[in-house]
């Protein structure tokens, strides 16, 4: 089946009067997905489970106004539920493509790009989701000024690119390339899962809900 790939519009129809627009889709590669899912199970089902505890501890201890354990405990599992909603969003508004289905020489989201400078200098970006940019390691977002730039472009072809210190410059689009990602090291759920097995306990397959008790449109007060 071919992968889904983002429109020419990014931004997509413009809304009737009175609706409010859809929120973009969110392209992700299969590792980045994992990455958001991986810390969502993490921080739901071992963190935020350990820190309920101590808080409930905590709390029956006394006067929780002047109770330190307590304050921190309940500042800290607003920071968890905060994230905990962020990557729930996220993750709903996932729309996963595989880098390494072939789609010829043309840029798509999730391609290997290699781009020419007009000193001749080379250098080699993967085009990925916003939530996984690694710029360190040639992995930028395909809604970046560069990425934006080299979309739908083939081998060949030249891409203006306007830099933020100013300026343009024409960059050559050397190769193109689908390529099966580099996995990541394990993941803190995935060693909490190896740990599970290694003790004899059953892993469970665990929903990516939120809390019974964090509101996703909660505003975090306190």
Do not use: C
């Amino acid at each position: 089946m071919r992968p889904r790939l983002p429109p020419r519009n990014q931004n997509g129809p413009k809304p009737g009067a009175g609706e409010a627009a859809p929120p973009p889709k969110n392209y992700i590669t299969p590792r980045g997905y994992k990455r958001l899912r991986d810390e969502h199970l993490y921080l739901r089902v071992v963190e935020r489970a350990k820190l309920v505890e101590e808080v409930a501890y905590a709390a029956s201890l006394g006067d929780r106004s002047e109770n330190a354990e307590y304050i921190y405990g309940k500042k800290k599992l607003r920071e968890i539920d905060r994230r905990l909603r962020w990557l729930h969003k996220r993750l709903a508004a996932a729309e996963v493509v595989e880098p390494s289905a072939p789609r010829g020489d043309v840029v798509f989201f999730g391609a290997t790009v290699t781009v020419a400078w007009p000193d001749g200098v080379e250098k080699v970006f993967e085009l990925v989701g916003e939530d996984e940019i690694e710029a360190e390691l040639g992995r930028i977002s395909w809604r970046s000024p560069l990425g934006a730039a080299i979309m739908r472009k083939k081998e060949g072809d030249t891409a203006r690119f306007a830099p933020q210190q100013g300026g343009r410059v024409d960059l050559e689009i050397v190769e193109v390339a689908y390529v099966k990602q580099v996995e990541d090291p394990p993941s803190r759920w995935d060693e909490h899962q190896a740990a599970m097995r290694a003790a004899g306990q059953k892993v469970a397959v665990v929903a990516l809900d939120l809390p019974d008790d964090v509101d996703l449109e909660d505003d975090d007060e306190d």
